[in-house]
T-cell receptor, first 110, second 113 residues
Framework: KNEVEQSPQNLTAQEGEFITINCSYS?????LHWLQQHPGGGIVSLFM???GKKKHGRLIATINIQEKHSSLHITASHPRDSAVYIC????????????FGPGTSLSVIP | GAGVSQSPSNKVTEKGKDVELRCDPI?????LYWYRQRLGQGLEFLIY????????KSGLPSDRFSAERTGESVSTLTIQRTQQEDSAVYLC???????????FGDGTRLSIL
């Protein structure tokens, strides 16, 4: 069992739909990152969470530390949101090791 | 520029050769990370620097891999005696402090023939 898992693995949505991507982890963490990887390969850090909820534009990220679960929500999805979304757990040890989830590939169709 | 810069952007080399990949982090960022992404696979953590020290080298795949950082700035990742399985995109990221948001470079696409 991977230490960081994501669901779904692949997701196709119609433009305008509300999208949720889930991440669960089994390690103790100091923070959790959500990353976006564009088709060209570039990676952008979307959020870094250690508790609660953060919002940036149409993106919302939440984390439940007790349940070891985080969600990334996209409201009013748009084709330009098509990308791979990666959950990454910063392991709670002396060092800042990061364990990545396998990614969720999102396609938003016009 | 103001972002994380990696060079070269692409590198093709023959099996058995040594390669050196470079990362210029954002100025003032004390933490620097190296990751690898093989084709069609997820990201793998390789090594993390806090300043010029690497407290966690556990992600380096073998003793053919080494990394250093000088002046709390530039870092180089060296792969000796390259193998075909080393083919991947090597990504560098930096953050202002060790628990800060990471900023990623565009990566070096390494192909071993």
């Amino acid at each position: 069992k991977n230490e960081v898992e994501q669901s779904p693995q692949n997701l196709t949505a119609q433009e305008g739909e509300f999208i949720t991507i889930n991440c669960s982890y089994s390690v103790g963490i100091s923070a959790l990152h959500w990353l976006q990887q564009h088709p060209g390969g570039g990676i952008v850090s979307l959020f870094m969470l250690s508790s609660g909820k953060k919002k940036h534009g149409r993106l919302i990220a939440t984390i439940n530390i007790q349940e070891k679960h985080s969600s990334l929500h996209i409201t009013a999805s748009h084709p330009r949101d098509s990308a791979v979304y990666i959950c990454a757990a910063r392991v709670k040890t002396s060092y800042d090791k990061v364990i990545f989830g396998p990614g969720t590939s999102l396609s938003v169709i016009p | 520029g103001a972002g994380v810069s990696q060079s070269p952007s692409n590198k093709v080399t023959e099996k058995g050769k040594d390669v050196e990949l470079r990362c210029d982090p954002i100025s003032g960022h004390t933490a620097l990370y190296w990751y690898r992404q093989r084709l069609g696979q997820g990201l793998e953590f390789l090594i993390y620097f806090q300043g010029n020290s690497a407290p966690d080298k556990s992600g380096l795949p073998s003793d053919r891999f080494s990394a250093e950082r000088t002046g709390e700035s530039v870092s180089t990742l060296t792969i000796q005696r390259t193998q075909q399985e080393d083919s991947a995109v090597y990504l560098c990221a930096s953050s202002f402090f060790s628990k800060g948001a990471q900023h990623f470079g565009d990566g070096t696409r390494l192909s071993i023939l």
